[in-house]
């Protein structure tokens, strides 16, 4: 049973540029969430996706929005990047309780 | 939002040894969970506990909710537990949603 999927790896882009991160869940799971995590930070929640409707939306602009499809996948775009949002990025799956965390996506701003 | 605070912030130990890692909240929770993050960014479940003892090899978890803390120890240290040790919690009243999560442990293991 495949665990929670990231891609890219990593990823380097300029100010200004979108980027788009993607996420496959858990097999069964049908609850999205995506996190940022600065260095040397605890991760700070972005969004929750579930029935492919934004559920929950921590404190994070405009700019981060998400996407859900029907088999659940999830992807996080941001626009008009800035050096701040250098950071990795971790998207977890629930159903229930318990999240589970992918390998996460490093997004370097330049 | 609920406030979590971990300690101690830093750890370093000798392979072998046995460890303390606490961790504090400042309201009611419904969820509960350990992370291990390994040198490469990836978050390791460890425990899901809400409330009570759990034990999982040389690691177990208590949580006293009525006190607002989580303990997680580790028995007999090896280098392979090295990394960032978090807890993260979702405050009670809601089913769903955010994990808040504390600024971690740094535990460094020795040979």
């Known amino acids: 049973d495949a665990g929670v999927t990231q891609s890219p790896t990593h990823l380097i882009k300029t100010r200004g540029q979108q980027v788009t991160l993607r996420c496959s869940p858990k097999?069964?799971?049908?609850?999205v969430s995506w996190y940022q995590q600065a260095l040397g930070q605890g991760p700070q929640f972005i969004f929750q996706y579930y029935e492919e409707e934004e559920r929950q939306r921590g404190n994070f602009p405009d700019r981060f929005s998400g996407h859900q499809f029907p088999n659940y996948s999830s992807e996080l775009n941001v626009n008009a990047l800035l050096l701040g949002d250098s950071a990795l990025y971790l998207c977890?799956?629930?159903?229930?309780?318990?999240?589970?965390f992918g390998p996460g996506t490093r997004l370097l701003v330049l | 939002g609920i406030q979590v605070e971990q300690s101690p912030p830093d750890l370093i130990l000798q392979e072998g040894a046995n460890s303390t890692l606490r961790c504090n909240f400042s309201?009611?929770?419904?969820?509960l969970q350990w992370f291990h993050q390994n040198p490469w960014g990836q978050l390791i479940n460890l425990f899901y506990i809400p409330s009570g003892t759990k034990q999982n090899g040389r690691l177990s978890a208590t949580t006293v909710a009525t006190e607002r803390y989580s303990l997680l120890y580790i028995s007999s240290s090896q280098t392979t537990d090295s990394g960032v040790y978090f807890c993260?919690?979702?405050?009670?009243?809601?089913?769903?949603?955010?994990?808040?999560f504390g600024q971690g442990t740094i535990l460094t293991v020795h040979p």
């Open positions: 977890a799956s629930s159903f229930g309780e318990t999240q589970y």
């Open positions: 097999s069964g799971h049908d609850t």
């Open positions: 309201d009611s929770v419904n969820n």
């Open positions: 993260a919690m979702r405050a009670g009243g809601t089913s769903y949603g955010k994990l808040t």
